[in-house]
């Protein structure tokens, strides 16, 4: 298995947890933890107007982003006729709405969550691995 699909393959999953545990606290109507930031950052960022897309929490689409990004990744691997350029594209995709997403926090909120700058992260390396390895 090439080295970026395994990468690929780790970052989606740790954006599985990360965006598992948003998803959770969004169901729940609880506070997520707040590292590194002041708590009131990141209730701003969850209960924002912006934390929902078409009606659907942000935390359910990128759980759903993550989980195809693994299965696509697996698939490619296993030789099952999945093209790169699929995984390229939601990945690519995921990129471009997690860029948006920062923006929104750094500009229009004014405030950050740990968990969002992860998946922000998560997606440019992805980004990376899947388009210059």
Not at 82 to 87: A, F, T, V
Not at 119 to 129: C, E, G, Q, R, Y
Request: charged share 10%.
């Amino acid at each position: 298995m090439e080295p970026y699909i395994i990468l690929i393959l780790i970052l989606s999953g740790i954006g599985i947890i990360d965006t598992s545990y948003l998803a959770y606290h969004g169901f729940k109507r609880t506070d997520a933890a707040c590292l590194f930031f002041p708590k009131d950052w990141c209730q701003k960022v969850q209960y924002s107007k912006e934390s929902i897309t078409l009606g659907v929490p942000n935390s359910y689409l990128g759980l759903f982003a993550y989980l195809l990004i693994f299965v696509l990744a697996v698939g490619y691997a296993d030789g099952l006729k999945i093209p790169l350029w699929w995984l390229q594209i939601v990945i690519g995709f995921g990129f471009w709405i997690s860029l948006y997403l920062t923006f929104v926090q750094a500009f229009i909120l004014r405030a950050f969550c740990i968990w969002c700058l992860i998946s922000a992260l998560n997606f440019i390396l992805m980004t990376v691995a899947s388009y210059w390895f």
